[in-house]
């Protein structure tokens, strides 16, 4: 149940990128030199990296989210911390507040607006309509984003105390900005009554789509891309759980569903490469982000601890008792925490892992992502 298990081909490749960046590193010592200095982090996303929004802007998630490290629960739909947070924190910046968050939140050095449920494509249904996505998909996130770097600019020229919890204007230009979207898109397509066929055919819009957001904080000044790619989804509780007849690979996982996820993520590598011809001046990296299923940690159910009703953290009334669908013992050992998100551990996992770069392409580690030219 631990990670160890990460599949052969991903590891061997991971140690042949990172050869190949120890290469271009002696090749080019300029590069090698040069640590990236973010003053700040934009990130634009799903709950894989909401930091707050869905807390703030409908219902808090409860207890045990959050129980590992910050000991309530924080917005995060994990036990603990994100990978946008071990992000964050390797480059001593503090964690990021969500930008609906009101209370309390600090934006000197980024926002997040990242949102639970957020789609690239327009979603439909919508929060709060049942099994509904956030309204906070991309092209609203992005307005956001654009609200806010007016808006910052003036709150800080206005002085006073609200000031400095405003970014300066460079940090516009000098930020790290980074997306972790897509999987609920694919998501939404599962669920829906399209064939697997017809879900894999709407994946190219979704990538037009993604990369026109990205373009579009190009062209507003941001220079530093750091983009991932969707996960396994065909590895997750909740779509082994929803579609139990279908086919599996040996690692338990459902075939087709993680297909249409890995042509996903070549059609995103394929537009970040566009991406990157098209902007010489900015970089651009892919960021393939990959780990294992299992069993959810906190759930109830099923074959994998996983039902779509009660969810983590909810009431549910078992042989005449109430009881709260709680954390497993030990989640520093698990991958699912939800059946739909990843433990601390695993986020940590991750993180180690793609910030040397060794899972990215072009090669570089996360603290040299203002650089092009690899
Ligand atoms: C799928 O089709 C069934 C039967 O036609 C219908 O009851 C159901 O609501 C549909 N689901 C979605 C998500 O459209
Ligand atoms: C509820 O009762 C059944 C039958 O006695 C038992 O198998 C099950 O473990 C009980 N569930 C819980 C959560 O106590
Ligand atoms: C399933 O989730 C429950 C919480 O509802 C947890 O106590 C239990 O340990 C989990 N089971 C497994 C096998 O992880």
Not at 29 to 43: G, K, L, M, Q, Y
Not at 135 to 158: A, G, N, T
Not at 211 to 221: C, D, L, P, Q
Request: net charge neutral; glycine share 8%; hydrophobic share 40%.
């Amino acid at each position: 149940m631990g990670f160890a298990s990460i599949n052969v081909s991903v590891i061997t490749l991971g140690y042949f990128l990172m050869l190949f960046v120890t290469l271009t590193s002696i090749l080019n010592p300029i590069f090698a030199s040069r640590i990236c200095e973010f003053p700040a982090i934009f990130n634009l996303g799903d709950s894989n990296s909401d930091t707050g929004t869905h807390s703030a802007a409908f219902t808090a998630l409860n207890s045990p989210n959050g129980d590992t490290y910050f000991h309530m629960p924080a917005g995060r739909f994990s036990d603990g911390r994100l990978i946008i947070d071990f992000i964050a924190k390797s480059f001593n910046l503090p964690y990021l507040s969500a930008y609906l968050n009101s209370l309390g939140a600090s934006y000197t050095n980024g926002a997040n607006f990242a949102s639970a449920g957020a789609t690239i494509r327009l979603p439909s249904p919508i929060i709060p309509a049942s099994g509904g996505y956030s309204p906070f998909y991309l092209d609203v996130q992005y307005q956001q984003f654009m609200q806010f770097k007016d808006r910052s600019q003036i709150i800080r020229k206005q002085g006073g105390k609200f000031a400095k919890l405003m970014p300066k204007e460079d940090y516009f230009r000098k930020a790290l900005y980074t997306f972790d979207i897509g999987h609920n898109d694919l998501g939404a397509g599962f669920f829906s009554n399209m064939s697997i066929e017809e879900v894999k055919a709407t994946v190219p819009d979704i990538v037009n789509r993604f990369s026109i957001y990205v373009k579009n904080i190009y062209e507003v000044g941001g220079r530093s891309f750091w983009i991932h790619s969707t996960g396994p989804i065909g590895c997750l509780a909740y779509i082994l759980t929803g579609f139990p007849s279908a086919e599996k690979d040996s690692a338990g996982c459902s075939k087709q569903h993680n297909e249409v996820a890995r042509y996903f993520n070549y059609k995103l590598k394929e537009a970040v490469f566009k991406l990157r011809k098209d902007f010489p001046s900015a970089a651009f990296t892919y960021v393939d982000v990959y780990s294992l299923p299992l069993i959810a940690c906190c759930g109830y159910g099923g074959k994998y601890n996983y039902s779509d009703a009660p969810r983590c953290g909810e009431t549910i009334t078992v042989n005449n008792t109430k009881m709260v669908v709680g954390s497993c013992d030990n989640p520093s050992v698990r991958v699912d925490w939800d059946g739909v998100h990843y433990t601390e551990a695993a986020n940590k996992f991750v993180f180690d892992r793609i910030s040397t770069g060794a899972f990215s392409d072009p090669p570089i580690p996360l603290n040299m992502a203002c650089h092009r030219n690899v």
